[in-house]
């Protein structure tokens, strides 16, 4: 069943492209659980390609916050903490089909101060809290134990996360569809101690396209694999084959504003374990917008809801950012 759904996905994906010609800023989210994130799966790439001696700046900036806590058997796991993490993304283009480039993410953890915004969040949509409105409010814990290990992040701080390297090549470019393919090697410089980077080497090929549907409306998606090394966090339960997708709509109501829906998906990170936060596959919603205010900048806001697995993902995401072309 999983092999007939990636397949359907990949079909999909390789079928498919928008043909817009501006692009809007990178939107590299994906799961933000911090034992998923470390391991850098691809995120959604735009799929217009830097252009030859062009130099493409995305800056992102994401505030995470989650509360989750589980005992199950012999394990047990607590996360209540926010995070913000700064991503900086540079390429540039080596010829019209082919660029390089650089994601250097910058990570801040924290106790936070949105635990509260969060709860009348929830409230107003009629979500559950899960837990949130019995705890001391914006207290940092991210912890996890079983029979053999013991992880503690121990105080809140500061640092640079793993940084990826990638190579994009355009593979089909034509009216109303292009498909594109990036090469990525993620380093281990961040520090797996406060889960800024997972302390091994990963290396993914994703496929990223879409398809102009009307004059109006677009669909996109992304078809990932990540080969993860041994790290330094949860070692022995860390899945070496990970994938993960991105579906979503966009739809331009003016012909410089975009808004979407977009849904990630990833498989599940971690094996022999029973915790939800682990052991699952995930998904998380997110809703956005983007306007360009020139021909060379725009700006978006996003935000991130999960909706498959609900425990597997931060219950709450902000995003927002912009992207210069030079």
Excluded at 65 to 70: A, G, L, P, R, S
Aim: charged share 20%; with cysteine.
């Amino acid at each position: 069943m999983r092999n007939s759904i990636f397949t359907l996905l990949l079909v999909w994906c390789c079928q498919s492209a928008w043909g817009d010609d501006f692009s809007f800023p990178n939107y590299l989210q994906n799961n933000a659980n911090p034992f998923v994130r470390i391991h850098g799966l691809p995120g959604y790439v735009d799929v217009s390609q830097t252009e030859s001696g062009q130099i493409l700046t995305d800056v992102n900036i994401e505030i995470t916050n989650e509360f989750h806590q589980q005992i199950r058997s012999d394990e047990e796991i607590n996360l209540d903490y926010e995070r913000a993490q700064l991503n900086l993304n540079f390429s540039y283009g080596i010829n019209d089909d082919l660029s390089v480039g650089l994601l250097l993410p910058y990570i801040s953890n924290s106790g936070g101060f949105l635990d509260g915004v969060i709860e009348n969040w929830h409230d107003l949509f009629g979500l559950p809290q899960g837990g949130r409105e019995e705890a001391p409010r914006d207290k940092f814990d991210i912890s996890y134990r079983n029979s053999q290990t013991n992880l503690l992040v121990e105080n809140t701080g500061s640092g640079i996360g793993d940084i990826a390297l990638f190579l994009d090549k355009q593979l089909i470019v034509s009216e109303g569809q292009k498909l594109q393919m990036r090469a990525q090697l993620k380093l281990p410089t961040g520090d797996e101690d406060q889960l800024f980077g997972s302390g091994g080497y990963g290396a993914s090929l994703s496929l990223h396209g879409s398809k102009q549907l009307s004059e109006k409306w677009h669909s996109y998606g992304t078809l990932g694999i990540s080969y993860l090394t041994e790290g330094d966090v949860l070692e022995d339960q860390q899945e070496n084959i990970v994938g993960n997708a991105v579906l979503g709509m966009a739809w331009y109501p003016k012909p410089k504003l975009r808004i979407t829906a977009q849904l990630d998906l990833n498989s599940q990170v971690y094996q022999d374990t029973d915790l939800d936060a682990l052991n699952g596959k995930a998904g998380v919603l997110n809703i956005s917008t983007a306007y360009r205010i020139s021909d060379n900048t725009s700006l978006f806001l996003g935000f991130n809801e999960d909706v498959i697995n609900k425990d597997a993902a931060p219950d709450f995401g902000i995003n927002f950012g912009f992207q210069y072309r030079h």
